[in-house]
């Protein structure tokens, strides 16, 4: 399946790691820093290495936002890797003509700040 999101995934890759320098802390999976998760995030979607909402492309289009076509809808998004969730939610509204307040949470700024970067371009 095509990557809709592969020209902002190669364009996002070297954001993130310098993003994951400056901001990735101590969490509760590792004492020292989450920077090894999500410095590499992106090179390894590049890669088709890890998980990502991409691998489902056809089930978040299709089912995000559909039951509220035309309506207004607010979504959270809980523990996010990078943009991507983000950016299907974004994409199923336009395609449901759904307005969607988001909610974006995440232990790291790092995600956030991401998404905040997809949100800008």
Request: glycine share 2%; aromatic share 14%.
């Amino acid at each position: 399946m095509k990557n809709c999101l592969f020209p902002y995934l190669i364009q996002s890759a070297d954001i993130n790691y310098k993003t994951a320098l400056n901001h990735c802390t101590n969490n509760h999976i590792d004492s020292g820093s989450c920077l090894w998760y999500h410095g590499i995030w992106q090179y390894l979607r590049l890669f088709n290495l890890v998980s990502s909402p991409s691998w489902h492309h056809r089930f978040y289009l299709k089912n995000l936002c559909k039951h509220k076509k035309n309506q207004s809808a607010n979504v959270l998004i809980s523990g996010m890797a990078d943009y991507s969730m983000y950016a299907y939610v974004l994409m199923s509204a336009r395609k449901y003509s759904c307005k969607c307040n988001i909610t974006a949470i995440d232990l790291c700024k790092t995600p956030l700040i991401n998404a905040q970067w997809y949100a800008d371009n």
